[in-house]
């Protein structure tokens, strides 16, 4: 599990250090960079992975611009000439790289200037190991070959795994229902939604193969956030696997719904469950607007869900999202140090600042009396816009 990102002349984000927890609530007003922190953990997946460019940063849900972009620019000071971001893990083992692509003429693909690959005490890869290296590729990652050497059970190579499969993930409606394919497809699902049904059907048949108490409970507190179906399964339709949903309230000979059917918040439940619970999915990873189509009850239990969900295969599963509905916060419980929230602003310069937001004695006082949904919209906790 990352424990400390780092980053320097990423978009807005001029300088800072983040200490990250299991589950990673970032708010904000529109612009402050929420998205701008995700995407650099993004760019560092690409670096992890051995290459730096378009088709690597939008394989991992980074929006792609010319180079120019993704570096720091500010009014009162010159531009970075690299991109630097490093994380550490639990154990001490780190990962750190700094980039550069020519504003004037860019390249296809970025150039690594230094990279620091270290497992505990010891480097693995430096950067004296690439400047000693004759007729070095400057445009690949040499950790990322150096992975090959490294025991799977090693900290650094766990790091570097963890890394490479990070994605950040934006459902849509449409894609979720299958009435659009998703432009970025991976396994178990889409970064826009694909692949649902057959997700939904897995960790089904995981949950079910389990045959324990825990695993059945774990399935109920998925279906119980679908108040309205009895039940769901995924039947195959020709060469398509289609979601069906039992309602409760129709008769009972026509009261089957399929996902272009069925309430759209349904199936962003099925898809969050999914990524949190199947264990084939990533160890890190991202969502963009966790609260979009959700009622505001639902997303508090569904935000109180993520942090179980995610401990039930193994404990080092992560995620960081971004939300606007003031109702997430009150789902999450920020006595448990693993489950963090953060305020995201920009200063006066426009750099973007990250807090974390801890219960104070103050703010514990505040609570008794409202909750955290409340006390943002009274702007007690910041994050909120200058309007």
Request: proline letters at 6%; aromatic letters at 6%; hydrophobic letters at 30%.
């Given at each position: 599990m990352i424990r400390t990102l780092k980053i320097q002349g990423f978009k807005s984000i001029n300088d800072q250090t983040i200490e990250l927890g299991r589950v990673n609530c970032l708010i904000g007003d529109n612009g402050v960079g929420k998205s701008n922190l995700l995407e650099a953990?993004?760019?560092?997946?690409?670096?992890?992975?051995?290459?730096?460019?378009?088709?690597?940063?939008?394989?991992?849900?980074?929006?792609?611009?010319?180079?120019?972009?993704?570096?720091?620019?500010?009014?009162?000071?010159?531009?970075?000439?690299?991109?630097?971001?490093?994380?550490?893990?639990?154990?001490?083992?780190?990962?750190?790289?700094?980039?550069?692509?020519?504003?004037?003429?860019?390249?296809?693909?970025?150039?690594?200037?230094?990279?620091?690959?270290?497992?505990?005490?010891?480097?693995?890869?430096?950067?004296?190991?690439?400047?000693?290296?004759?007729?070095?590729?400057?445009k690949a990652g040499l950790a990322a070959l150096k992975l090959v050497e490294l025991e799977p059970t090693s900290p650094a190579a766990q790091l570097m795994q963890c890394l490479q499969e990070y994605a950040i993930y934006c459902p849509n409606t449409p894609t979720l229902r299958n009435v659009e394919s998703d432009a970025q497809p991976r396994n178990p699902v889409g970064l826009n939604g694909g692949q649902l049904a057959e997700a939904f059907a897995e960790l089904r048949k995981q949950l079910n193969k389990d045959n324990d108490e825990v695993s059945l409970e774990i399935l109920d507190t998925v279906l119980d956030l679908i108040s309205w179906s009895v039940d769901i399964d995924t039947v195959k339709e020709g060469t398509k696997s289609v979601l069906k949903f039992t309602d409760r309230f129709m008769n009972n000979s026509r009261n089957k719904l399929t996902a272009g059917d069925a309430s759209e918040g349904a199936l962003y439940v099925l898809f969050y469950a999914a990524l949190c619970l199947l264990p084939n999915a990533p160890h890190l990873f991202a969502i963009d607007n966790l609260d979009q189509s959700l009622n505001p009850r639902l997303a508090i239990r569904l935000t109180e869900r993520l942090s179980d969900w995610l401990k039930n295969n193994t404990p080092d599963r992560q995620i960081l999202f971004t939300v606007h509905n003031p109702a997430i916060l009150d789902g999450l419980d920020l006595t448990d140090p693993e489950i963090r929230l953060f305020a995201i602003e920009r200063d006066s310069n426009g750099m973007t600042c990250v807090r974390r937001i801890e219960l104070s004695e103050c703010l514990l006082k505040l609570n008794q009396e409202y909750p955290l949904s409340r006390l943002w919209l009274m702007g007690r906790l910041g994050a909120v816009p200058n309007v």
């Open positions: 953990i993004g760019v560092l997946s690409a670096a992890a992975y051995g290459i730096v460019d378009n088709e690597s940063l939008m394989r991992r849900g980074v929006r792609t611009s010319l180079p120019r972009l993704y570096k720091s620019s500010f009014s009162d000071q010159d531009p970075p000439k690299h991109i630097h971001i490093s994380v550490e893990g639990e154990n001490e083992e780190t990962y750190q790289v700094s980039l550069k692509n020519p504003m004037s003429h860019p390249k296809l693909a970025w150039i690594f200037i230094d990279e620091l690959l270290k497992d505990t005490q010891d480097p693995i890869v430096s950067d004296k190991q690439r400047r000693n290296k004759k007729n070095l590729n400057t």
